[in-house]
């Protein structure tokens, strides 16, 4: 099993920016689809961004493409999730998460694990 632990999130003002960071263990990283997900106050949760196993590809949601920038590092098993010019409706708790089909998963259903997640807030 993996444990993910997610950190970085916090209060920002619209048009800020926040770098998130997650901490995987419990299986081999880098054997691991890997993305971002979000959950807004009484809203479904929701795909963001998808990265392959080695880092190569990535894959947006269009509500954050130009804006986000997703990244791993496979030998720190850590992975990221840098978001600039922030807007209110980003405001959500932000969960990264597994999947254990790859190379890369870019829907929310191909997602198996995930963290307990860090809240964004984005203040207008």
């Known amino acids: 099993q993996v444990q993910l632990v997610e950190s970085g999130g916090g209060l920002v003002q619209a048009g800020g920016s926040l770098r998130l960071s997650c901490a995987a263990s419990?299986?081999?990283?880098?054997?691991?689809?890997m993305g971002w997900l979000r959950q807004p106050p009484g809203k479904e949760r929701e795909f963001v961004a998808a990265i392959s196993w080695s880092g190569t590809n990535t894959y947006y949601a269009d509500s954050v493409k130009g804006r986000f920038t997703i990244s791993r590092d496979n030998a720190n098993n850590r992975m990221f999730l840098q978001m600039n010019s922030l807007k209110p409706d980003d405001t959500a708790v932000y969960y990264c998460?597994?999947?254990?089909?790859?190379?890369?998963?870019?829907?929310?259903?191909?997602?198996?694990?995930w963290g307990q997640g860090t809240q964004v807030k984005v203040s207008s």
């Open positions: 998460a597994v999947a254990e089909r790859g190379p890369i998963a870019v829907k929310l259903d191909e997602y198996e694990h």
């Open positions: 419990g299986r081999i990283f880098s054997s691991l689809a």
